[in-house]
Every structure is written in structure tokens, then in C-alpha cells.
């Protein structure tokens, strides 16, 4: 039986103040808890309220029960200061400990300056690589890049003192994982701390104090786990407490297992074996949002590819595992057989995509065949670079010579070679568009959409319309759309007279060749979205919807329509312009 360090300590729980009682408290066995293994934190040090705390966490071999406290609880590092000797070996037996227990965090200070680091032993046990984020403030993360599991231990790399703690130290690792290295080393996780807090005149720790104005108190039997100091200080009473309480046990957190799942339509629990010897098809519908996961992190790969005209979307890890025959289907759905689901791979990704299963009587409710984010994407690249192929076209009936690809910044047979790889502004265009997707993403699709297709350079169009006939005073301060859209009247008034495509060549101006062109407003619209970051400029963006046909009312349940309506509208509108340019040039 464990023991019971809050049953055995002499101040109350109901009174005992919230710091106090998580130190005394053992940690549960979830996977998802992080466990705090090394600490230096003080809060109002010299008012009413003061509280500090210096804690480190011991790796300690054994059976149950507690162990007496230890000498590093008062200055919270395994080592300080730095040995003493002037002779050659005096170091030799040297080895930084914690009472002779191996810990955790290894935690280092002289009073002044104080360092810390997740001990070797840990790190080189489990796997785990660290990264350092931050300038002036810096924190070491360490990651397990094998499954891959982010941030299975972090903390700040160092702190000082003068006069006062320059910086909160706080280091915390996954449940999990320190469950598993405990477990490897046969060892327990013990907390030893020093905690001392300001406290009012509580009655119950009066009681204990037995009318004294200080008293120091241990256990009455068995080993002193604890040294209490109780003294009145500053109108209340202070607290000082020396411990050292066991908190995590080597016992396993529940694994993460797809062994024994029930999928949606199957009326037995799916097991590995029994996946792979499956011959059918047997699909599994997911929720795209399966797929934000993978999106959001650039440690992954989530290009979508096009196979035998169908788009898949498999994520995988860097060479480690993938996912497989990732089909997409309907706006929001993904199709996988269930066998390619159960193929090599963690389970906890296996069962991360369980969690976006779809039942399948709410399939009846989907159209299946409804063109999905990606399909959008690829018909905006289609148009793009028909569009670059014409301009460039254009250009040599007028003089100027540029690609394609320096035109709109897509090269026709990297794509047809490659697909996306080489474009990821596509993928980012592409990521999962949920229905019910907030304002702020729709915002940022709409930016990155505009983004994508305005790569034109100003001068090369402003060159043509020179060239057509347009006065250059007039051309010179326009912008990409106003330049775009006199490109499209110009092309328009030939084509409407049948003129072959050397017309475009004009020393006089064109009648009409700046009016407003309704094929391009959704491009305008577009445009306005990009920078609609205030209520006001998105209350006229949502009237300009309306105006060019879309039910605003829609955008109450979330901005997946508004979304795929803004996309339709850009890409017919550059379809417009590259089916004009097409037009002409068709006519030498």
C-alpha cells in the first residue's frame, strides 16, 4: 500500500495551501499529465502573500515508503558551486548526485547563477533530442523524433539571483515518458523540496504550534520524510517545510494501442492481424481535420499528390512511416481501406485518426462528389499557368520577352514532373477548409489565396498596356488588378472585332481601356479580404458577398462556403482573362 504523505502530514488539507498540497499529492497515471521534475519559483517574496519554492525530483531504487530528507532540498540543485582542489586528479571522483540518487533535471547554482539541463542519463535512455526557442529568455525542449511525440520535456536553461530570483525556473516532462524511464531503472520519482509560504493566523496551525511562537516538527515515527518550521513573521505565520515525498511510482502509463479498436460499421474490434489479412476493400470515411495535424507542422509531409486522376492526401514522417491510399473524397471527407490504415505506423496515429471517423449513416448526408480544397487549388494552378503562358505569348507580339514561369512563378513541367513539391504556398492554400471554419482562417486563406496568384510583376503588365496604346501617366500608378483589369478591356475590345493578336501594337488610346470590368470583381473582393482585419472593412467585405451572389446569413454557422465561393470567384475571373488572352492569340 502507498503511503500516504497528505494523511501523514500535521497540517490539515482544508487549510493547507494549494502549492503545499500538489507537492504532497503522488501523480496520476495519465499519459496526458506533465509532471513538474525541477523547480526555483518565489511570488511576492517580502509581502503577505510570499511563497517559495526549490524542488528537484530524485531517482530513487527501492521498495515503497518514504526516505528521510535529503541535504539538496535547501538550495534545490544537485550541485554547488563548483569543486575545491589546486592539484592535478583532485576531481577524478567527481559525480554530481542527489544524496548519492541519480535525478532528473540536472540543476546546478552557487547562490548567484543557476543552470539547468535534462540529465544525460534521461535523454540518452529515451531517445530525446532537444531544441532551444527563445532570445534572452531561453528554454530547452526536448522531443522524441522517432514516433514523432513534441515537447516530452522542456524548462528554462538558467536563472540568477541578486536580491531577488532574476527568473522562474520550471522544468516539466511528459507522464508518459518519465513513467517509462522509472520503469526501465527499476526507480521512483521522488520530489525534494524546500517550500515556505506566508500564511495568516489560521487556527488549525496555531493548534499545532501549541501556543508557541515557533516550533519545529518531524514525524513522530518512522523515517523523517519531513522537517516542518513554524514561526510567527510579519502578522501571520511563516511555514518552512524540508521533504522528500514519493510522487511517481515505475508503474506504466496505459499505452496507447489501436489493438482492439471499433471503427464505425464494424461489428468486431479491428486488430493488426486481423487487418491485414483483409482482401476487400473494407474504406474508412475520416473527417479531413484528421489532416490538421500533419498540416500545421512542418516535421511532416502532407503534399497532396494527384494518382490516376484522383487526389490523395497521405500524411507521413520524414521516411519513418506514412499513411497510405489517403483518398479524398466529397469536400470533406477521406477515404482509406482499413487494411492500408493498420499498415506500419504508430498506433497513437492510428488511433489519432479513430478519433476523426465518420459514422456511416452520416455519410447519407454528404454529397460525395462535392469538389474538395485541393480540387480548387489545382484548378487555380491549371488557370495560372494557362495565364502565364499567354501573357508571355502577348508579350513577344509586342516586343518582350519573358517565361512563363518569370511571370506567374509556375513551371509547367516541374509540376507535370512533381506536382506540388515544389510549390508549398499550394499546400498551405489547400489545408483543410472546414465548414465551420472561423473568420480569422477564412481571413488568412483569402490572404494566402491572393497571394499565390498576384506574382505578375507590375512593370511587365504595365509594358504591354504601354504598348496597346495606354497613356504611361495614366498606367504608372496603378496597381496589380487596376493593371490586369485595363489588360482585360484592351483584350476584349479586340477580340470583340475580330482584330488578330499584332493589333494590341497601338500608338493612340483605346477607348474604354480603364472602366470597371464586373468579370474581375471577385478578384477586387479577394483583394479587399487580404487586408479585412477591422469589423468595419469586413462588414463591407460581407455586403460585397452579398452583392456578387452569396448567402451572407451562411457565415453564421462558419466561413467554409464564404471560402470556396471566394476561391470560385478568383479562379473564373482569371479564367476570363487567360480564355481573352487565348482568344487573341488564336487569330496571327
Same mark, same amino acid.
Given at each position: 500500500?502507498p503511503f500516504?504523505?497528505?494523511?501523514?502530514?500535521?497540517?490539515?488539507?482544508?487549510?493547507?495551501?494549494? &502549492?503545499?498540497? !500538489? *507537492?504532497?499529492?503522488?501523480?496520476?497515471?495519465?499519459?496526458?499529465?506533465?509532471?513538474?521534475?525541477?523547480?526555483?519559483?518565489?511570488?511576492?517574496?517580502?509581502?503577505? %502573500?510570499?511563497e517559495?519554492?526549490?524542488?528537484?525530483?530524485?531517482?530513487?531504487?527501492?521498495?515503497?515508503?518514504?526516505?528521510?530528507?535529503?541535504?539538496?532540498a535547501?538550495?534545490?540543485?544537485?550541485?554547488? @558551486?563548483?569543486?575545491?582542489?589546486?592539484?592535478?586528479?583532485?576531481?577524478?571522483?567527481?559525480?554530481?548526485?542527489?544524496?548519492?540518487?541519480?535525478?532528473?533535471?540536472?540543476?546546478? +547554482?552557487?547562490?548567484?547563477f543557476?543552470t539547468?539541463?535534462?540529465?544525460?542519463?534521461?535523454?540518452?535512455?529515451? !531517445?530525446?533530442?532537444?531544441?532551444?526557442?527563445g532570445?534572452?529568455?531561453?528554454?530547452?525542449?526536448?522531443?522524441?523524433?522517432?514516433l514523432?511525440?513534441?515537447?516530452?520535456?522542456? +524548462?528554462?536553461?538558467?536563472?540568477?539571483?541578486?536580491?531577488?530570483?532574476?527568473?522562474?525556473?520550471?522544468?516539466?516532462? @511528459?507522464?508518459?515518458?518519465?513513467?517509462?524511464?522509472?520503469?526501465?531503472r527499476?526507480?521512483?520519482?521522488?520530489?525534494?523540496?524546500?517550500?515556505?509560504a506566508?500564511?495568516?493566523?489560521?487556527?488549525?496551525?496555531? #493548534?499545532?504550534?501549541?501556543?508557541?511562537?515557533?516550533v519545529?516538527?518531524?514525524?513522530?515515527?518512522?523515517?523523517?520524510?519531513?522537517?516542518l518550521?513554524?514561526?510567527?513573521?510579519?502578522?501571520?505565520?511563516?511555514?518552512?517545510?524540508?521533504?522528500?515525498?514519493?510522487?511517481?511510482?515505475?508503474?506504466?502509463?496505459?499505452?496507447?494501442?489501436?489493438?482492439?479498436?471499433?471503427?464505425?460499421?464494424?461489428?468486431?474490434?479491428?486488430? %493488426?492481424?486481423?487487418?491485414?489479412?483483409?482482401?476487400?476493400?473494407?474504406?474508412?470515411?475520416?473527417?479531413?481535420?484528421?489532416?490538421?495535424?500533419?498540416?500545421? @507542422?512542418?516535421?511532416?509531409?502532407?503534399?497532396?499528390?494527384?494518382?490516376? +486522376?484522383?487526389?490523395?492526401?497521405?500524411?507521413?514522417?520524414?521516411?519513418?512511416?506514412?499513411?497510405?491510399?489517403?483518398?479524398? =473524397?466529397?469536400r470533406?471527407?477521406?477515404?482509406?481501406p482499413?487494411?492500408?490504415?493498420?499498415?506500419?505506423?504508430?498506433?497513437?496515429?492510428?488511433?489519432?485518426?479513430?478519433?476523426?471517423?465518420?459514422?456511416?449513416?452520416?455519410?447519407?448526408?454528404?454529397?460525395?462528389?462535392?469538389?474538395?480544397?485541393? #480540387?480548387?487549388?489545382?484548378?487555380?494552378?491549371?488557370?495560372? *499557368?494557362? *495565364?502565364?503562358?499567354?501573357?508571355?505569348?502577348?508579350?513577344?507580339?509586342?516586343?518582350?520577352?519573358?517565361?512563363?514561369?518569370?511571370l506567374?512563378?509556375?513551371? &509547367?513541367?516541374?509540376?507535370? #514532373?512533381?506536382?506540388?513539391?515544389?510549390?508549398?504556398?499550394?499546400? &498551405?492554400?489547400?489545408?483543410?477548409?472546414?465548414?465551420?471554419?472561423?473568420?480569422?482562417?477564412?481571413?488568412?486563406?483569402?490572404?494566402?489565396?491572393?497571394?499565390?496568384?498576384?506574382?505578375?510583376?507590375?512593370?511587365?503588365?504595365?509594358?504591354?498596356?504601354?504598348?496597346?496604346?495606354?497613356?504611361?501617366?495614366?498606367?504608372?500608378?496603378?496597381?496589380?488588378?487596376?493593371?490586369?483589369?485595363?489588360?482585360?478591356?484592351?483584350?476584349?475590345?479586340?477580340?470583340?472585332?475580330?482584330?488578330?493578336?499584332?493589333?494590341?501594337?497601338?500608338?493612340?488610346?483605346?477607348?474604354?481601356?480603364?472602366?470597371?470590368?464586373?468579370?474581375?470583381?471577385?478578384?477586387?473582393?479577394?483583394?479587399?479580404?487580404?487586408?479585412?482585419?477591422?469589423?468595419?472593412?469586413?462588414?463591407?467585405?460581407?455586403? #460585397?458577398?452579398?452583392?456578387?451572389?452569396?448567402?451572407?446569413? @451562411?457565415?453564421?454557422?462558419?466561413?467554409?462556403?464564404?471560402?470556396?465561393?471566394?476561391?470560385?470567384?478568383? =479562379?473564373?475571373?482569371?479564367?476570363t482573362?487567360?480564355?481573352?488572352?487565348?482568344?487573341?492569340?488564336?487569330?496571327?
Amino acid at each position: 500500500m502507498p503511503f500516504d504523505y497528505l494523511a501523514a502530514f500535521p497540517i490539515p488539507v482544508h487549510v493547507m495551501p494549494p &502549492r503545499l498540497r !500538489g *507537492l504532497l499529492e503522488p501523480v496520476g497515471l495519465s499519459p496526458s499529465l506533465f509532471v513538474e521534475v525541477a523547480s526555483m519559483q518565489e511570488s511576492d517574496p517580502h509581502g503577505e %502573500h510570499a511563497e517559495h519554492l526549490h524542488l528537484l525530483m530524485a531517482v530513487v531504487p527501492g521498495a515503497d515508503g518514504p526516505i528521510e530528507v535529503l541535504s539538496e532540498a535547501g538550495h534545490g540543485v544537485v550541485e554547488y @558551486s563548483v569543486p575545491v582542489g589546486d592539484e592535478c586528479g583532485c576531481s577524478a571522483e567527481f559525480s554530481p548526485s542527489i544524496s548519492g540518487h541519480d535525478y532528473i533535471v540536472a540543476a546546478w +547554482g552557487n547562490g548567484s547563477f543557476y543552470t539547468f539541463n535534462l540529465a544525460e542519463k534521461v535523454w540518452m535512455t529515451l !531517445g530525446l533530442t532537444p531544441r532551444c526557442v527563445g532570445n534572452d529568455q531561453q528554454r530547452l525542449i526536448y522531443d522524441d523524433l522517432v514516433l514523432p511525440e513534441f515537447g516530452v520535456a522542456e +524548462g528554462e536553461v538558467s536563472s540568477d539571483y541578486h536580491w531577488n530570483l532574476k527568473r522562474g525556473v520550471s522544468w516539466r516532462m @511528459s507522464n508518459e515518458y518519465l513513467r517509462r524511464y522509472l520503469w526501465l531503472r527499476g526507480a521512483r520519482g521522488v520530489r525534494v523540496f524546500y517550500y515556505s509560504a506566508q500564511l495568516p493566523n489560521i487556527p488549525e496551525v496555531r #493548534a499545532i504550534m501549541e501556543g508557541k511562537s515557533h516550533v519545529a516538527r518531524k514525524p513522530a515515527e518512522g523515517v523523517a520524510w519531513y522537517d516542518l518550521d513554524i514561526r510567527e513573521h510579519n502578522g501571520g505565520l511563516l511555514l518552512q517545510l524540508w521533504a522528500s515525498v514519493e510522487a511517481v511510482r515505475p508503474e506504466l502509463c496505459p499505452e496507447q494501442t489501436a489493438e482492439g479498436i471499433l471503427w464505425p460499421g464494424d461489428a468486431q474490434p479491428m486488430t %493488426h492481424a486481423r487487418a491485414d489479412a483483409l482482401t476487400g476493400h473494407d474504406p474508412v470515411y475520416l473527417d479531413d481535420r484528421f489532416l490538421q495535424r500533419y498540416e500545421q @507542422s512542418t516535421f511532416y509531409d502532407s503534399t497532396p499528390a494527384h494518382v490516376w +486522376g484522383q487526389w490523395y492526401s497521405s500524411p507521413s514522417y520524414r521516411g519513418q512511416w506514412s499513411f497510405t491510399n489517403c483518398r479524398r =473524397i466529397g469536400r470533406n471527407l477521406i477515404q482509406v481501406p482499413m487494411r492500408e490504415l493498420y499498415k506500419p505506423k504508430p498506433d497513437r496515429e492510428i488511433v489519432h485518426a479513430r478519433s476523426f471517423a465518420v459514422e456511416p449513416a452520416d455519410l447519407a448526408h454528404v454529397e460525395l462528389n462535392e469538389e474538395h480544397v485541393v #480540387a480548387k487549388v489545382q484548378r487555380l494552378l491549371d488557370v495560372l *499557368l494557362r *495565364l502565364g503562358d499567354g501573357l508571355s505569348a502577348l508579350g513577344k507580339t509586342v516586343g518582350l520577352n519573358k517565361s512563363s514561369v518569370e511571370l506567374t512563378g509556375f513551371d &509547367r513541367a516541374e509540376v507535370t #514532373a512533381n506536382g506540388w513539391l515544389a510549390y508549398p504556398a499550394l499546400s &498551405r492554400l489547400a489545408q483543410v477548409a472546414p465548414l465551420d471554419m472561423t473568420q480569422q482562417m477564412f481571413l488568412a486563406r483569402c490572404k494566402s489565396l491572393h497571394e499565390v496568384w498576384q506574382r505578375i510583376p507590375n512593370g511587365y503588365l504595365k509594358s504591354l498596356l504601354e504598348r496597346a496604346g495606354c497613356p504611361r501617366a495614366a498606367v504608372k500608378d496603378l496597381g496589380s488588378l487596376k493593371l490586369l483589369q485595363a489588360l482585360l478591356n484592351v483584350i476584349e475590345s479586340l477580340n470583340v472585332h475580330e482584330e488578330a493578336s499584332d493589333a494590341i501594337a497601338s500608338s493612340g488610346e483605346r477607348e474604354g481601356w480603364n472602366d470597371r470590368n464586373e468579370a474581375l470583381a471577385p478578384l477586387f473582393l479577394n483583394n479587399d479580404l487580404r487586408i479585412a482585419d477591422a469589423h468595419e472593412a469586413m462588414e463591407k467585405c460581407l455586403t #460585397a458577398l452579398q452583392q456578387l451572389g452569396f448567402d451572407t446569413a @451562411s457565415v453564421n454557422a462558419g466561413y467554409g462556403r464564404a471560402l470556396d465561393f471566394v476561391m470560385d470567384g478568383a =479562379i473564373n475571373a482569371l479564367e476570363t482573362v487567360a480564355a481573352a488572352i487565348e482568344k487573341l492569340l488564336s487569330r496571327k
